[in-house]
């Protein structure tokens, strides 16, 4: 019986990420661009209002009247709905390219709109539990974490429904948790190694809403969040797709024919 490789699960996300740049990459790129596009026409309108209403405020009491506002939630819905299009898409395209296929932009731009709201209500139920996990103590959300690793992409690739993706995902990390939390630890390395680096007042944050009071949005933090956004987004579909691949040969024989069936 085969025994989850660490290695093996890196080199598959990173070989799919090359492999899918001019595919994957350029969805999720579109997705991002869109994305600054439609909170870059909110935060102008935003400015706009915020200028008429807080005349006279001190910088450090406007969060209040940017909460307020209800092109703030606006913002906010767009972003949830681009994020989960684009989850979705990205999700099927790294599978059908570890699969060996060659997915299209439209492809999983079409398959991104038609898993939508099983995506969105897993994420939702993913994170209420993580948070629930959060409440209790640290160790049981890091364990929920290392449990529903696979979930999405049981979800998505194997279209096993909303709850019986959690139990999906359950079921294939059971025997590889460990390799399976230090990839996701790996991952988490990958992700954030770059924010350490090039510093988060260039990716965006506080300074961003401080920014959107003053009109002011500089083109470095626009243009940085952008390309840390793409590629993040693709860091962390290309993995989770390489954990639930992993699993599933470890699992289930590594046979290219069954694994072609799930992911090709």
């Known amino acids: 019986m085969q025994r989850y490789d660490i ?4 080199n598959r996300a990173f070989a799919a990420m090359k492999d899918g740049l001019g595919s994957v990459g350029l969805f999720l790129l579109a997705i991002t661009l869109l994305s600054q596009v439609a909170q870059g026409g909110l935060t102008w309108l935003m400015q706009e209002q915020l200028r008429r209403t807080t005349q006279g405020v001190p910088l450090d009491d406007i969060s209040p009247f940017l909460f307020s506002t209800p092109l703030y939630w606006l913002a906010m819905a767009a972003a949830v709905v681009l994020s989960t299009v684009g989850t979705g898409g990205a999700i099927w395209g790294y599978a059908r390219t570890m699969g060996g296929s060659r997915p299209s932009l439209d492809q999983c731009l079409t398959q991104g709109i038609a898993r939508f709201l099983p995506v969105l209500g897993l994420t939702i ?6 948070m629930l996990g959060f409440l209790v103590f640290i160790i049981p959300a890091v364990i929920l974490i290392v449990i529903w690793s696979a979930a999405l992409p049981a979800l998505v690739v194997e279209r096993a429904g909303v709850f019986g993706a959690f139990g999906r995902s359950r079921s294939l990390t ?6 399976v939390f230090v990839t996701l630890l790996l991952l988490l390395i990958v992700l954030y190694a770059p924010a350490a680096v090039l510093g988060a007042s260039l990716l965006g944050g506080v300074e961003q809403f401080a920014s959107i009071a003053t009109g002011q949005l500089p083109y470095a933090l626009i243009a940085g969040s952008t390309i840390y956004g793409w590629i993040a987004a693709m860091v962390l579909n290309a993995f989770l797709v390489s954990i639930h691949h992993e699993l599933v040969e470890v699992n289930e024989g590594g046979s290219t024919g069954e694994l072609t069936e799930v992911f090709g």
């Open 174 to 179: 059971r025997g590889s948790r460990g390799s």
């Open 7 to 10: 290695g093996r699960t890196l």
């Open 125 to 130: 139920l993913w994170w209420l539990g993580i």
